[in-house]
């Protein structure tokens, strides 16, 4: 939008300088003084009308660079947000593998403390059998 606003500002000017600079000689009655009077106070209505340009330029370029801005701030604070639930999602994620590893530490620890029962069991029985088989012997 900006870009179409400075394009047609510039064929204004041209244009206009182009019809100050083609009228000006034909002037009859002018001396020389009111030539240059004339053509100072068209130099500076062109000036007044360059620096408005320019202020609605900075102005439309200002207001680009605040939505830029608001843009790259919601970004991050989405961005943030996302972190915040990653981390959060981690810390779960972290906790259910310590429980799971737990659980199976626990089940293996019951595992084991069965078969060592079991072990003991079968050593009782072999001694109670070996003292069979010492007593039968006997
Ligand atoms: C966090 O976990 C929830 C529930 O499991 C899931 O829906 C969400 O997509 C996760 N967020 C991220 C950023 O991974």
Redesign the pocket.
């Known amino acids: 939008m900006a870009r179409t606003h400075v394009y047609f500002c510039a064929l204004f000017i041209s244009t206009f300088s182009s019809v100050v600079l083609a009228l000006e000689p034909v002037c009859p009655v002018c001396s020389k003084y009111d030539y240059e009077e004339k053509l100072l106070e068209r130099v500076i209505r062109m000036e007044f009308t360059v620096e408005k340009i320019v202020n609605d330029n900075k102005a439309a370029v200002s207001d680009q660079i605040n939505e830029g801005l608001d843009i790259v701030r919601r970004e991050n604070a989405q961005l943030r947000e996302?972190i915040s639930?990653?981390s959060?999602?981690l810390t779960?994620y972290e906790r259910q593998q310590s429980n799971k590893v737990e659980e199976s530490l626990s089940s293996a620890r019951a595992s084991l403390d069965d078969a060592i029962q079991l072990t003991k069991g079968y050593k009782d029985v072999s001694h109670i059998r070996n003292c069979n088989v010492h007593t039968v012997n006997t």
């Open positions: 996302l639930e990653m959060t999602n779960d």
